[in-house]
C-alpha cells in the first residue's frame, strides 16, 4: 500500500458500516451562528423562507454544508423557494464529515444525504448500507471538471511517469480524491498504481499553500482550470475529464430504503425541487456561488463553479464507471448492479424506455 501522511486533520470516526470513502472537503467544525444563518426547522424563530407553504409540509432533516467548496443545492433551493412551492422544508441539522454520511442517513439522523461523491452510495450498497440514490448532483464537463490535479509553476510532472514517487496531495482519502490520479495512471499503463505515490492528506483550504512550500508535489483540487490558471502560479497536469470524459463527476443524493418506501410522496416532491435547483444554477452558476458563500459565511473565492446534471437525471455510465473502478482495485465486492445503487423513479423528468 502507499505511504499515507495527514497534515492538519484530525482522526475520523469509524462507523459500523466499515470504510465508506467519500469526496469533498475535510471534516468542517460545526458551523457557529454566524456562519448558520439558515434556521432549523425546530427552531421557534422562522426565517423569511420558512413561512407557511399553503401545501402540506415534509420535514427533511439535511446537512448543513459550514465550510463548501461548491454550490450547496440544499441552500441555493431554500433560498429560491424550489423546496418550499413543493411543501418541502428542510430541517438543517448540523455539519457531517463526507465519511459518516451513509451512517447518518442509514441511522435516520438525516433524512437524505447531500451531494457526496457517488463512490460513497455505491461504497454503503457494498458494505450491506440499505440506501439509494434518487436524484443527480454534479456532472463533468471539460471546463468544469470535478477533480484538478495542480502543481507548481517549475514543477517537473507533466506526465503519469512523472508523478511516480511523487507526494500526492488529497482532501480526503477515497473516492474522486484518491482513485482519480489512481485511475489516471492506470488508464496510462502505470500497474499497481496506488504503491507507486505517496499519499498526504490535507485540508483543502490549505492544498494551494502546502503545494507552494513544497511539502506536497500535486495537489487535487475540486477546482476549476481556467480559475487555477489565472493565478499564474500553478499548472494543470489533469482532471477527471482526463479520465473518463463527462462520466466521472457524479455526485448524488440518496434516501434510506426505508425512508423511500414509507414517503414516496415526500420523495418525489424533493426530487423535482433539486432538478428545478439545478436548472437554476447551470444558468447562473455565479449567483448559486453568491447565495452559498452568503448563506455559509464563506469567501466566495473558495467556492468553485459547477455543473449540474440537467433535470437531476442519474445517467448509468457515471455509476457504472466507479463500480468498475472500486471493482478493479478491490474497494467493493464485484456483482452490484446499477438499480441496487440508483433509480430515477421519482424524476418527473424521467422516461422510461419503452
Not at 463512490?119 to 470535478?146: W, Y
Not at 444554477?281 to 473565492?301: F, L, S, V
Not at 473502478?325 to 424524476?347: A, Q, V
Request: hydrophobic letters at 40%; glycine letters at 8%; aromatic letters at 8%.
Amino acid at each position: 500500500m502507499s505511504k499515507i501522511v495527514y497534515l492538519a486533520l484530525a482522526p475520523l470516526a469509524l462507523f459500523a458500516l466499515g470504510a465508506l470513502w467519500g469526496c469533498g472537503s475535510d471534516a468542517p467544525p460545526a458551523p457557529s451562528a454566524a456562519k448558520a444563518p439558515l434556521a432549523s426547522a425546530s427552531q421557534k424563530a422562522q426565517s423569511p423562507l420558512s413561512e407557511t407553504s399553503s401545501k402540506p409540509t415534509t420535514v427533511l432533516k439535511v446537512p448543513f454544508p459550514s465550510e463548501p467548496t461548491a454550490p450547496s443545492v440544499f441552500i441555493v433551493g431554500h433560498e429560491l423557494g424550489f423546496f418550499k412551492k413543493r411543501g418541502v422544508e428542510l430541517d438543517f441539522v448540523g455539519v457531517i464529515p463526507t465519511t459518516q454520511l451513509v451512517a447518518a442517513v442509514v441511522s435516520g439522523q438525516i433524512d437524505v444525504s447531500h451531494g457526496s461523491h457517488v463512490n460513497r452510495t455505491i461504497a454503503g450498497v457494498s458494505a450491506g448500507a440499505k440506501i439509494l440514490a434518487v436524484v443527480a448532483g454534479t456532472e463533468t464537463t471539460q471546463r468544469v471538471p470535478h477533480m484538478t490535479a495542480i502543481v507548481p509553476k517549475n514543477s517537473p510532472i507533466k506526465t503519469p511517469q512523472d508523478l511516480l514517487g511523487k507526494k500526492v496531495g488529497l482532501p480526503t482519502i477515497g473516492g474522486c480524491n484518491e482513485y482519480t490520479p489512481y485511475a489516471w495512471l492506470d488508464k496510462n499503463g502505470v500497474s499497481d498504481p496506488k504503491t507507486k505515490i505517496e499519499v498526504t492528506v490535507v485540508a483543502e483550504k490549505n492544498l494551494e499553500q502546502v503545494l507552494r512550500q513544497g511539502e506536497i508535489d500535486l495537489a487535487m483540487m475540486h477546482k476549476i482550470p481556467e480559475e487555477i490558471l489565472k493565478k499564474g502560479e500553478f499548472d494543470v497536469v489533469f482532471s477527471d475529464y482526463d479520465v473518463w470524459g463527462p462520466d466521472g463527476g457524479n455526485t448524488p443524493q440518496y434516501f434510506s430504503i426505508q425512508y423511500i418506501k414509507d414517503h414516496p410522496e415526500a420523495v418525489q416532491a424533493f426530487v423535482a425541487a433539486v432538478a428545478e435547483t439545478h436548472n437554476w444554477a447551470n444558468a447562473n452558476p455565479k449567483g448559486a456561488m453568491e447565495i452559498t458563500a452568503r448563506r455559509t459565511g464563506q469567501d466566495i473565492n473558495r467556492i468553485a463553479e459547477r455543473f449540474y446534471a440537467p433535470d437531476g437525471l442519474i445517467k448509468p455510465e457515471t455509476v457504472e464507471v466507479w463500480i468498475q473502478l472500486l471493482t478493479h482495485f478491490g474497494e467493493i465486492k464485484p456483482g452490484i448492479s446499477l438499480d441496487r445503487i440508483y433509480t430515477n423513479e421519482f424524476n418527473p423528468h424521467y422516461q422510461k424506455a419503452s
